[in-house]
């Protein structure tokens, strides 16, 4: 089994709608993260947390919002979905090496 | 703040040739440094990591980088480029953002291997 899964995999959605992405985590760490990948942006920091307790904004925050229900799960939503937020989303893990592993991804398109 | 820069958006080689892909950072604190693979419709993937030790990093796949502090470098090379290496390269660094420690990464590198 996967240590890092996201679910949904695929996702279509209108602009206006909430949708939430969800990543669970099986290798214990406490650090948790999401990205948006945009071709040729490369990958960009949008909220992590280093503990159940702890919500930080990343780069570009603005129009998301997480919730850390567990150490194992980290929640992204998208509160009123907008064209521009169509991209590949990654979760990711890590514990005090630094070193970040990466959940399958997330294909979301808002039309 | 840090930053990475990634030289060249695509990198075309032939099967067999030299890979070298660039990365060049900026960190106010002795950084972290990292390099990920993306295959196509697949996550990323850790290649190696520079953490202080040694300056030359070996990783999977034969692929290794050498970190060098006065050129602010941590170029990526394999000396034998596979068909199998195709793919999105990305370069991180680790650095503080707000008292705590998070990757800034590069906009990538889109390795293409011919035969």
């Known amino acids: 089994d996967a240590d890092v899964t996201q679910t949904p995999r695929n996702r279509i959605t209108k602009t206006g709608k909430r949708i939430m992405l969800e990543c669970s985590q099986t290798k214990g760490h406490d650090r948790m993260y999401w990205y948006r990948q945009d071709p040729g942006l490369g990958l960009r920091l949008i909220y992590y947390s280093f503990d159940v307790k702890d919500i930080n904004k990343g780069e570009i925050s603005d129009g998301y919002s997480v919730s850390r229900q567990a150490q194992a799960k980290f929640s992204l939503s998208l509160e009123s979905a907008i064209p521009n937020q169509t991209a590949l989303y990654f979760c990711?893990?890590?514990?005090?090496?630094?070193?970040?592993?990466f959940g399958p991804g997330t294909r979301l398109t808002v039309t | 703040a840090q930053s990475v820069t990634q030289l060249g958006s695509h990198v075309s080689v032939s099967e067999g040739a030299l890979v070298l892909l660039r990365c060049n950072y900026s960190?106010?604190?002795?950084?972290?440094l990292f390099w990920y693979v993306q295959y196509p419709n697949q996550g990323l993937q850790l290649l190696l990591k520079y953490t202080s030790a040694a300056t030359l990093v070996k990783g999977i796949n034969d692929f290794e980088a050498e970190f060098k502090k006065s050129e602010t470098s941590f170029h990526l090379t394999k000396p034998s480029a596979h068909m199998s290496d195709a793919a999105e390269y990305f370069c991180a660094v680790s650095g503080p953002r707000g008292g705590y420690s998070t990757l800034t990464f590069g906009k990538g590198t889109m390795l293409l291997v011919s035969p």
């Open positions: 990711a893990t890590s514990d005090q090496d630094r070193e970040q592993y």
């Open positions: 960190s106010s604190v002795p950084p972290y």
